[in-house]
């Protein structure tokens, strides 16, 4: 119960979530968080894509997988890839902060940003429903709601960097443009739209 609370309590008070990241079991919440998150994807937006019949309209970037397929095969690959992506990132962040001499904490920073991936991907799946029941192809306006809901969750990441790893707020946002440089061209190549 303490886990969904802190979850809920990243829509309206960060340094809340933050406080309680602190003595939560790391990394198990992170995991927890990565896995729910990757679910709600899968279950709650590809599943009925791919039962819809819908295809992306961005062919696959994969040669193994047809893009009339795709939808498919993210029910069963989205919460892999999203867990890898978690764990790849993360790691980057805390090799940063290793090289940089930094203290640091690698299940902390997990927890850190898992939760964070929660709080923020959780509400992107109405956002993505609307726009599907509306017929809306504007994959270019949902990206830029997604990056707003994103602007929140980097919030989120860099009042946790700086609470529990100590972290300057500036180093904080160089972090997070580094997760997205190193995030975004992967996630270019394995997630599609749902429009």
Known sequence: MEFIRTWFAGYYNPNKVIDKLKS????????????????????????????????????????????????????????????????????????????????????QILNITGMTSLIVGAPLIPVDWFFIIMGWHFSMILGFIHMIFGFGGLAIIIIGYKKILQVPVWLGVVLNIIWVLVGWPISAIFIRPPI
Do not use: C
């Open 24 to 107: 939560a079991p790391a990394p198990q919440w992170g995991f927890y968080a990565t896995l729910l998150r990757a679910g709600f994807d899968s279950f709650l937006l590809y599943l009925p894509l791919a039962i819809l019949g819908r295809q992306p309209s961005t062919p696959s970037a994969l040669s193994l997988l047809s893009t009339e397929k795709y939808y498919w095969a993210s029910v069963l690959l989205m919460p892999f890839f999203l867990i890898f992506l978690w764990l790849l990132l993360s790691a980057v962040i805390h090799l940063i902060l290793s090289l940089a001499r930094k203290e640091n904490s690698f299940n």
